[in-house]
């Protein structure tokens, strides 16, 4: 397919028609780097949810709080320690992580709600 300005080059959208071939070349290679890295951080943290939901079913088992805000404070702390030492912005690396213990949290409640429930043989 020919690119025109009106039309995409679907390897380097917008700017296919407006660059010069070995920078388009350079930046499609650029972007499937990136498009690995966004897959492999979906696939970890799938494997990070399913860890925590081990957790989660594990605490809601034994009756545990779904927080643990002094563990949550330290991983903060550590991850933000790692950013730094990998260039990267900490506040960035918190907003981040916050995200994600939000969200096992969140996990964790409804488990612990759940196993409350009186089981469908038991009400009986």
Same mark, same amino acid.
């Given at each position: 397919?020919? +690119?025109?300005?009106? /039309? ?7 700017? @296919?028609?407006? =660059? ?12 499937? +780097? ?14 990070? %949810?399913?860890? /925590? ?7 809601? /088992? ?23 030492? @990998?260039?990267?912005?900490?506040? %960035?690396?918190?907003? %981040? ?6 969200? =096992? ?8 709600? +759940? ?10």
């Amino acid at each position: 397919m020919s +690119s025109t300005p009106d /039309t995409p080059d679907a390897r380097g959208g917008d700017v @296919a028609g407006r =660059v010069d071939p070995e920078v388009l070349d350079e930046l499609v290679a650029m972007r499937a +780097s990136i498009d690995n890295i966004d897959a492999t951080l979906v696939y970890l943290l799938a494997e990070r %949810f399913k860890a /925590t939901q081990r957790v989660g079913v594990l605490k809601a /088992t034994h009756d545990l709080p779904p927080a643990d805000p002094a563990r949550e404070r330290r991983q903060i702390e550590r991850l933000k320690r790692l950013a730094e030492d @990998a260039q990267l912005d900490p506040d %960035f690396a918190e907003k %981040f992580l916050n995200f994600i213990i939000d969200e =096992v949290i969140r996990h964790h409640q409804a488990l612990s709600a +759940s196993s409350a429930e009186p089981a469908a043989d038991d009400a009986r």
